[in-house]
Structure formats: structure tokens, C-alpha cells
């Protein structure tokens, strides 16, 4: 059995995810999702399960005291061969290598190698359980039918790429998808304003060029958004295990799909991804 440890945020967990998976398939062995760091966690939940994921199994011990801490870390190391991920900017070998006890991955695990090969599943299965709202699948038609361009500008403690990414991506953009509308994902809108400047159009309808807020369009959650976001034919992205997932999950074969550089930034890119700036 494979058993994957599934925590941080939304993008971290479909990375957890598509590794734990793509091996699982590979070997032929079941499937276990531990949860444990979702449920004791105080600011991220568990969020897979909005998605048509497949597992065998999940799994969750409390772990909010330090003799809760110690019966999960004893019970895990007797029950599984646990593998700490080393190194985030290469592929572990070890993963790949069965043992005589079911294995056990710790890590982040954001390496494109790790489930390139399952992509194409992943993206079928990285679709909600239950339908859409009307407003949410209607405007997911229209930008997946139109040249349209999401801009995912992050905020919170982690620094996002400075203004000169967003419009040096913004005027590449342009320059070779001419006409593309474009609109901006953020949680932060000061930022955003920072980096790409005032935005805010009039009403709910949108014109070749222009570049507005999603929230121009109308209220959506976290998810709804994210669904947006891979709907649009094309991506500026952050450094964000959130926006690199909606372009991974985008269905435009032609799609053009902008990112900052960053260290480590070429292992979550795909072929013909345009990496802005030096990986430092």
C-alpha cells in the first residue's frame, strides 16, 4: 500500500495527491490518504474530496498534544516505511523502490515527473463532485470559448513576484495572444493594484484588451475561482501551488501558461511554459 500525507493548502494537497496516485498506479498497490494535518490544522482544511479523487482508503489521528504527537509519529514508523522527502528540486528514487512494509511519503512532492504520465486522469478527476453553480458554469463556457487570460496575483505572509513580472507577462501576453481579455484572481487587492495597476471596469460584461477583476463578474468562493481560473484559455501565474494547478488542469492544447522565475520553478513547469526572469 501507498500512503500519502495530505497537508497545507488546496494546491499542496492535489500535488500530495497526484504523487501518491501516479505511484499507486504504477505499482498496482491501494491507496491511503492520511488527513491527520488537515483535521488538527487551525487554518487549512481538507479539500480533495470536492474533487472526483480515487483512494482506498483515509486515515486521521489527533495531533494537537505532545502524547497525541508521540502515539502517531510510534504507531506510523512501526506500521510504515516512512520516506521524508530531501530534496524538493529533484525526483526521490526511493519512492519507487517497494519495501515489506507499505510506504509512507512525507513531503510536498511538487516535481511535474512525479505524475506526468497520469496527468490526463488526474485532470478527469480533478473535477467537482457536485455540479456548478448556473452563474459559475456559464462563465466557465465563456472563458473556455474566448481568448481570455487569468492573472493570479497572491497575497498573505509568502511575497508574490514583483510588478515587473505582471507586466512584462501581461505585455508578452498581448503581444502573441492579441485581443485576449484578461482577469484577475487575488486575495489581495492592494497588491494587486500594486502590480498591475487600477483595473475596475463598469458592469459584468468584458471586451478584447481589458483586464479585470473576477469579482468584477460576481461572488465566488475559493474553489469557484480556482474552476475559473483553469477555464481561461491562457495563465499568468504566481508562485503558487494554486494557480500552477489551474494551468495544469487547462484543456487548451494551445494554451500559453506564464510564470515567474523561481528556484526550483522548471520541475513544476510543463512543455512550453515561458518562465519569466531567472530561477535563483
Not at 12 to 20: E, I, P, S, V
Request: glycine share 8%; aromatic share 12%; hydrophobic share 35%.
Amino acid at each position: 500500500m501507498i500512503v500519502i500525507k495530505i497537508g497545507d493548502g488546496m494546491g499542496n494537497q492535489m500535488y500530495n495527491y497526484a504523487c501518491g496516485y501516479a505511484l499507486s498506479r504504477k505499482t498496482g498497490e491501494k491507496l491511503k490518504l492520511d488527513i491527520s494535518e488537515c483535521d488538527n490544522s487551525t487554518l487549512r482544511d481538507y479539500e480533495l474530496d470536492f474533487f472526483r479523487v480515487c483512494y482506498d482508503g483515509k486515515e486521521s489521528f489527533p495531533n494537537r498534544n505532545v502524547w497525541q504527537k508521540i502515539y502517531k509519529r510510534l504507531r506510523r514508523n512501526i506500521l510504515y516505511h516512512v520516506i521524508i522527502e530531501k530534496d524538493w528540486y529533484a525526483v526521490d528514487e526511493r519512492i519507487y523502490k517497494k519495501t515489506l512494509r507499505s510506504r509512507y511519503l512525507h513531503g510536498y512532492w511538487q516535481n511535474t515527473a512525479y505524475f506526468l504520465d497520469c496527468l490526463p486522469e488526474l485532470r478527469e478527476m480533478f473535477v467537482p463532485r457536485e455540479p456548478l453553480r448556473a452563474e459559475v458554469q456559464e462563465l466557465s463556457e465563456r472563458f473556455a470559448a474566448h481568448e481570455t487570460c487569468a492573472i493570479h496575483v497572491r497575497g498573505g505572509d509568502i511575497g508574490g513576484p514583483p510588478p515587473e513580472y505582471f507586466r512584462e507577462a501581461i505585455r508578452r501576453m498581448r503581444e502573441e495572444r492579441p485581443g485576449a481579455a484578461f482577469f484577475v484572481f487575488t486575495n489581495d487587492k492592494k497588491k494587486a493594484a500594486e502590480c498591475i495597476g487600477d483595473v475596475t471596469q463598469p458592469g459584468r460584461s468584458w471586451q478584447p484588451g481589458e483586464i479585470r477583476y473576477i469579482s468584477d463578474l460576481g461572488t465566488f468562493t475559493d474553489k469557484e475561482e480556482f474552476l475559473l481560473m483553469s477555464a481561461c484559455q491562457n495563465q499568468i501565474l504566481s508562485n503558487s501551488s494554486f494557480s500552477a494547478w489551474a494551468a495544469y488542469l487547462n484543456r487548451n492544447p494551445n494554451a500559453l501558461v506564464m510564470v515567474p522565475g523561481y528556484k526550483g520553478v522548471g520541475q513544476t513547469c510543463l512543455d512550453g511554459w515561458q518562465i519569466i526572469g531567472k530561477e535563483c
